[in-house]
Every structure is written in C-alpha cells, then in structure tokens.
C-alpha cells in the first residue's frame, strides 16, 4: 500500500512556465515533507523540506505548499529551466526532521522544453 | 567537497553467488542509511544505523540481507545468495542526528543478478 503517492508519472512544461508537482500522502503520522531531483546515474539530490506545523516554505525558484487537511502537497518552480529535467520524488517522515528512515512516492519525470 | 560514495558503482553477479557494498558516508555525519530503488518506484527504506548501532530494519531485508558499521564510519551492504528479484539500485545516504537536517545521497551501485 502506497502511503506516499504521486499519481502523474510524467509532466511537461515549456522553459520559463510554472512547474506544479503534486504528492498525496495517507499516513497522518507523517510530519516531515521532502523533495528530491534525481538525474539519471546519479542519487536523489535534495530540494526542499517543509514542517507540518507550517504551508508554505520558499527557497528560490522552488516552493512547497502542504495542506495537512487533505494530506496533500505540492512543488512550484518558477521560472522552469531545461536544467530542471529530473524525475522528483516526494518523501514523508513521521518524525519532525528529516534525519529518520523516509518514505518516497514513485516519481514524477519533469521535462522542460526550452 | 567529499559527499557520501559507494563502491562498486556497477555489480553484476549470478544467482547465488554473495556480494558486498560499501559506502562511506560524509564524515561528521552520524547516521547512515541503505534504501532499495527498482525501476519505475522510490527509493525504499532497507535500513539504518546511528554511529554502529543499527536502529531499525525493514521487512523489505530479509535473512538473506546484512548490513554493518562496525567504527561508526564506512558501512557494508552484504546480500548472501543473491536471487533475480534482488536487481536494483542500492542507494546509500547519511545525515546528522539533530536538527532538522535531511540525507544526502550517494550515487548507488547498480546489482545485477543473472
């Protein structure tokens, strides 16, 4: 059983559009959210974190929405850049730091077309 | 900078035979994780270690599967008679303890089970 979804396997969006990354989650004990890129050969590198007791954290071109209600949350990159082709993964914790085994949804492959 | 690598990068092996990995973590972290990925999923929690106590292992690591890290520093993945459904990325990964501080990732090594 899949606790952390993330139901579009692929996205694509042109160069300098919004990139909207979505993940669902079941499990309410979850209270740390991760986002990983991960280029082909190459291990996850990590993006951004959000806290539960937060909806919002921006770094950059990068921002996370939670919205513990629905036990959804979301990416935003703005601008989109052909660098940001990746798979991304959204991860859980229920711990509140990201420093516990973490449970990964299985990927959305972004392509930004210039 | 010295992020977290693994060794070998590549193993392809026949059924049956042991194998053996290794990853050296970044050096001041403390905990260091092993995560199975098969194509087309994320990466899946196998197990982890805070200094060489190991604290927690999934039911994904059967009898067939053993990790150490006997100094605290470098760990080591053996997988006995290896079996076909034990093909995949082993991807390793280590962090602090306190904080709110996330994994870092290695590159993985790529089994392959003839």
């Known amino acids: 059983d899949q606790q952390v979804k993330q139901n579009s396997p692929s996205l694509s969006v042109q160069e300098g559009r919004i990139s909207i990354l979505n993940c669902d989650y079941t499990n309410s004990m979850f209270d740390y959210f991760l986002w990983y890129k991960k280029y082909p050969a190459e291990g996850p590198t990590f993006l951004i974190s959000i806290s539960s007791i937060k909806d919002k954290n921006e770094d950059g071109r990068f921002t996370v929405f939670l919205n513990k209600s629905a036990k959804h949350l979301s990416l935003h990159i703005v601008p989109s850049q052909p660098g940001d082709s990746a798979v991304y993964f959204c991860?859980?914790?229920?711990?509140?730091?990201?420093?516990?085994?973490?449970?990964f949804g299985k990927g959305t492959r972004l392509s930004v077309i210039a | 900078d010295t992020g977290v690598s693994q060794d070998p990068r590549h193993k392809i092996t026949k059924r049956g035979q042991n194998v053996t990995f290794r990853c050296d973590p970044i050096s001041e972290h403390n905990r260091l994780y092993w995560y199975r990925q098969t194509l087309g999923q994320g990466p899946e929690f196998l197990t982890y270690f805070q200094n060489e106590a190991q604290l927690e292992k999934s039911r994904l690591l059967s009898d067939r599967f053993s990790a150490e890290r006997p100094k605290g520093s470098f760990s080591t993945l053996e997988i006995q008679r290896t079996e076909q459904g034990d093909s995949a990325m082993y991807l390793c990964?280590?962090?602090?303890?306190?904080?709110?501080?996330?994994?870092?990732f290695g590159p993985g090594t790529r089994l392959t089970v003839l």
């Open positions: 990964a280590s962090s602090l303890t306190s904080g709110s501080d996330t994994q870092y």
């Open positions: 991860a859980a914790s229920d711990a509140d730091s990201g420093n516990t085994p973490l449970v």
